[in-house]
């Protein structure tokens, strides 16, 4: 499964949310599976937006075709446009779906790996991380994800209210680094907590 991360600033909010929901023509695209995003807590105007194909193949063959159709409405909406690709490694949780309707927020890590440790960062991912986000009641599902750098990663995960989410935050994260050696193993880590917006789920 593809992961595209997509992020940009909105200058013109009306504008983007009416051209964001004309991407309800992505339901009846082959190999799509579900699109989500919203407004980021931190940084004011900026969005972050989730989609999910089959394969490379469906969603080159969709840029090929129909992405600039869907996409002429919110041309001069929003600036500084940031698309990056993943290619699905492993659930967070289990029984991954990218389906958005029960979720409240959304949690975006972005990290990259010494090369020499990426092994390692990935074993931690799913011996360390990966049980403490599933034992956290909140956390709905989650998606750990590689880009063909092989150096870089996504880790995605839904929430289902903030309440939830900060406990697993306050509690647990500190500790959790220390467990894995993840300052070994992360030269860059960047992350945002994304209020989900409904009317953008496809």
Not at 61 to 89: C, I, N, P, W
Not at 118 to 140: D, R
Request: aromatic content about 12%; charged content about 25%; hydrophobic content about 40%.
């Amino acid at each position: 499964m593809l992961v595209k991360w997509m992020r940009c600033t909105v200058v013109d909010r009306p504008g983007f949310a009416r051209a964001q929901r004309k991407w309800a023509g992505l339901l009846g695209e082959p190999g799509f599976r579900g699109q989500g995003g919203g407004w980021s807590r931190a940084r004011n105007g900026v969005v972050h937006l989730f989609g999910f194909w089959e394969s490379r193949a469906f969603y080159d063959s969709f840029m090929a075709r129909s992405h600039d159709r869907l996409h002429a409405s919110q041309v001069g909406t929003y600036k500084e446009m940031q698309v990056r690709l993943f290619e699905y490694r492993f659930d967070v949780k289990t029984g991954f779906r990218p389906v958005f309707t029960d979720a409240d927020l959304l949690r975006v890590a972005h990290c990259r790996v010494r090369p020499d440790r990426i092994e390692h960062y990935t074993l931690m991912q799913e011996k360390v991380w990966n049980p403490a986000m599933a034992g956290s009641p909140g956390m709905l599902r989650g998606v750990f994800a590689q880009a063909n750098t092989e150096d870089e990663f996504l880790v995605l995960s839904m929430w289902d209210s903030t309440a939830e989410y900060g406990k697993y935050r306050v509690e647990r994260v500190e500790r959790l680094a220390l467990r894995a050696q993840t300052g070994a193993d992360v030269t860059h880590v960047a992350g945002d907590v994304i209020d989900l917006e409904p009317s953008w789920t496809v």
